[in-house]
């Protein structure tokens, strides 16, 4: 896994503990503990950050938070979302906000519970126009939302009528750009097609295989202005003899290689 590469253990944040207890209309379940964990976090990355390209290997798509934290207290930064959804549910289209793994762009960019969206009192964390969403279904239930808000998006079949280095040229465009301070990569699993990736919380069909997402990676990746990559929702309870934990592995390595000879 890691011939060809120098990697350093940096650590694990270990998240307080999940609160079963949750009433319908007062905000996101466990919202106090993922502010919490999301500034700890924060503090993890903004330690590493200028020594090495960081990598967060994370549950769910929650811990966003708090990479967008740590890079909003830096200044002003771009975000390639790799995901099969948006995760753009937040109060003013979809009340009540449940489950911040589902709301994670919308709470970046300054919606949903405000002991998330504000953090430090920092305000959002990301602009839309910084933001480009890659990989979500053409039925997406936010995708007409989000493109209203100037948030640049490409759904699969786009991704598949452009072609791969078109669509990461442009995405490069977007959150590469030279009064931006770098750029951060979140990747939800649950981006690849549900039959060679089943082992995430929502597959689905129609998205990307391997080969086309380790393309798309590796482009984004050795980018000389991106500073880390969140990756997230791979359920190895979901894959009991490891195989589709071995095609995740290997798209990771050959992306972390392409970091090595950034651009």
Not at 49 to 67: H, N, P, Q, R, T
Not at 70 to 81: D, H, I, M, T, V
């Amino acid at each position: 896994m890691t011939k060809g590469l120098v990697l350093e253990e940096a650590g694990v944040v270990v998240p307080p503990r999940y609160q079963t207890a949750w009433v319908a209309g007062q905000g996101d379940r466990n919202a106090d503990g993922i502010a919490a964990y999301s500034r700890i976090v924060a503090n993890r990355i903004e330690s590493l950050i200028d020594e090495a390209f960081v990598v967060v290997l994370g549950g769910d798509c929650s811990v966003l938070v708090g990479a967008a934290l740590a890079l909003k207290r830096r200044g002003r930064y771009g975000l390639a979302f790799l995901d099969g959804h948006s995760d753009f549910r937040h109060p003013g289209n979809d009340p009540p906000i449940v489950a911040a793994a589902g709301e994670d762009l919308a709470i970046v960019t300054g919606r949903g519970d405000p002991r998330l969206v504000d953090l430090e009192d920092l305000g959002p964390s990301l602009r839309e126009a910084d933001v480009a969403v890659v990989g979500i279904r053409s039925d997406d239930p936010y995708a007409a939302e989000i493109q209203e808000l100037g948030i640049a998006v490409w759904p699969v079949d786009r991704i598949k009528a452009e072609g791969l280095r078109a669509v990461t040229t442009a995405v490069l465009e977007r959150v590469a750009r030279e009064d931006l301070d770098g750029f951060w990569v979140h990747l939800d699993v649950d981006i690849l097609d549900e039959d060679v990736m089943p082992a995430v919380d929502s597959p689905s069909p129609g998205g990307l295989d391997p080969d086309q997402l380790t393309l798309l990676l590796s482009d984004l990746v050795r980018h000389r202005a991106a500073v880390g990559i969140d990756i997230c929702i791979f359920d190895p309870d979901l894959d009991p003899d490891g195989r589709h934990a071995e095609t995740l592995a290997d798209v990771v390595h050959q992306t972390l290689r392409s970091a090595t000879t950034a651009e």
